[in-house]
């Protein structure tokens, strides 16, 4: 169920009470088990969700049975492909001459 909030609707809502801001300001959470630090890797992996990668409409032509295999998941082969292609390039495939 998605809940959407009006601007209008902004004017409405009241802010917290003393009381609840100070236990705000007391809480001392210490157990960030759900949350660990993140690595250098991490940082160089990651990439903002909410930006689209912008895609470039190719022919190519490629193998029938890596087709068969990529559709006999039904819909979405196009997508496997490029994820199987961005997993290659982000963990360094490199082409070789003797393929």
């Known amino acids: 169920m998605k809940t959407s909030v009006k601007f209008s609707d902004l004017n409405s809502l009241s802010l917290p009470s003393d009381?609840?801001?100070k236990e705000i300001k007391a809480?001392?959470?210490k157990d960030f088990?759900?949350?660990p630090e993140w690595t250098?890797?991490?940082w160089k992996k990651a990439r903002p969700a909410h930006i689209k990668i912008p895609?470039?409409?190719i022919h190519t032509k490629i193998d029938t049975d890596i087709l068969n295999w990529l559709k006999s998941e039904g819909r979405g082969y196009q997508a496997r492909l490029n994820a199987a292609l961005r997993f290659a390039m982000r963990n360094g495939f490199q082409s070789s001459s003797s393929m």
Request: zero cysteines; a negative charge.
């Open 19 to 21: 009381k609840r801001l």
């Open 27 to 29: 809480f001392k959470n």
């Open 33 to 35: 088990s759900d949350n």
């Open 40 to 42: 250098e890797e991490d």
């Open 55 to 57: 895609k470039t409409e």
